[in-house]
């Protein structure tokens, strides 16, 4: 999708505060927590199941902890489960990065001076934790709530209307930013607007958001009578380097598992270095394939340099710092390589330019 999935706005509430879940939305850390799980399911002689524990995502950590015991009959209890995994969880926290847009939204927010807040359904110390490897962040944020300082975590709109309720911003004029269905749900039942930045596919979501984006990086502020972004460069906008490698065969990246967050689709651009031919110029598309009925992401690199196009069968690293546009739903890969040219072309004028000269 291109980002422009139209918010359902009917002018009534003007956004005054802006709410974001942490985990998924903010911090990359939906990675992490599924590594975790993978590793302990391992020592107990169970394989997981990806697709069900995409359902998990958002859930209280007692409610998420009881349906994993159960969906791979565990020999365990919930408090021991979350004894056993929530060690391993902060070993791993501080390694979780921004997810692509976070900081440039939060930098936007605060310059404009417009309020906003940190719901999470995580127990308040475990928020904390997470956030205190990201400077600055916490003074930003003009509330922090977790879980465990509510009666009822999400679904339950108990969180959101709290944190609403501690700006001094009426319900109606927040605008939540989540990227779980179990906190989209508790948005709609606190009465408030909100955006959805799935990491799954987005075909859950459309009935419940009010506007479904693939990264924050596509969100637009005046669509909600905020303050417009003014940092794009021409057609291209600078972004936090993100960087991913692995084999570069048949057109393809095979990206390895510590690869790029799952809410990077769209097109970009950047620097590919290659094992036996150097570094280059790339614009890369990152999405559907060949249909869009497949939630399964591709990585297409397109070297920007015509005489290297026989480019094939080795290691790549890239490094993005360049974001031209999302798609929309329906937009694949295969569709673009006959219009591709058009941002090769602004990739590479923007690579010219020094705010874009980070290289591998």
């Known amino acids: ?150 009666k009822s975590g999400k679904p339950s709109p108990d969180l959101f209307l709290e944190a609403a309720k501690r700006m001094g911003v009426d319900a109606a004029h927040c605008l939540v930013i989540e990227d779980s269905l179990v906190g989209v749900r508790a948005a709609n039942a606190a009465g408030m607007k909100v955006v959805a930045v799935p990491s799954q596919s987005e075909a859950d979501y459309a009935s419940f958001a009010d506007s479904v984006l693939h990264s924050l990086l596509e969100f637009q502020p005046e669509l909600w009578d905020l303050p417009p972004f003014k940092d794009w460069v021409d057609s291209a906008l600078p972004i936090e380097p993100i960087y991913a490698s692995g084999l570069f065969s048949n057109g393809f990246l095979s990206e390895a598992e510590d690869g790029f967050p799952d809410q990077v689709w769209g097109l970009y651009f950047g620097w590919a270095k290659l094992s036996m031919n150097g570094i280059f110029k790339v614009l890369v598309g990152i999405g559907r394939g060949y249909s869009a009925c497949t939630a399964k992401r591709k990585i297409k690199p397109w070297i920007i340099d015509d005489n290297n196009h026989h480019i094939a069968d080795q290691h790549m690293q890239l490094s993005l710092v360049g974001f031209i546009r999302g798609f929309n739903h329906k937009e694949t890969l295969m569709d673009l390589e006959v219009v591709v040219e058009e941002e090769k072309a602004i990739a590479s004028a923007s690579l010219d330019l020094p705010m874009f000269l980070h290289h591998i």
């Not at 997981?48 to 349906?67: F, V």
């Not at 408090?79 to 976070?102: N, V």
């Not at 999470?120 to 003009?142: M, P, T």
């Open 1 to 150: 999708m291109d980002g422009c999935c139209e918010p359902l706005c009917d002018g009534a509430a003007h956004v005054q505060a802006v709410i974001f879940d942490l985990d998924g939305t903010l911090l990359d850390t939906e990675k992490v927590t599924r590594s975790v799980l993978k590793e302990l399911l391992e020592k107990y002689g169970k394989v997981i199941d990806r697709e069900n524990e995409d359902k998990k995502l958002g859930m209280p950590q007692l409610e998420a902890a009881i349906a994993v015991i159960k969906d791979y009959d565990l020999p365990l209890s919930p408090q021991q489960f979350i004894d056993e995994i929530s060690p391993i969880y902060r070993e791993r926290w501080p390694k979780a990065k921004p997810l692509p847009g976070a900081n440039r939204l939060m930098k936007h927010l605060q310059k404009h001076g417009v309020p906003f807040a940190l719901a999470s359904n995580s127990k308040r110390a475990n928020v904390d934790f997470k956030i205190s490897y990201h400077q600055g962040w916490k003074e930003q944020f003009l509330v922090i709530l977790g879980g465990d300082q509510v």
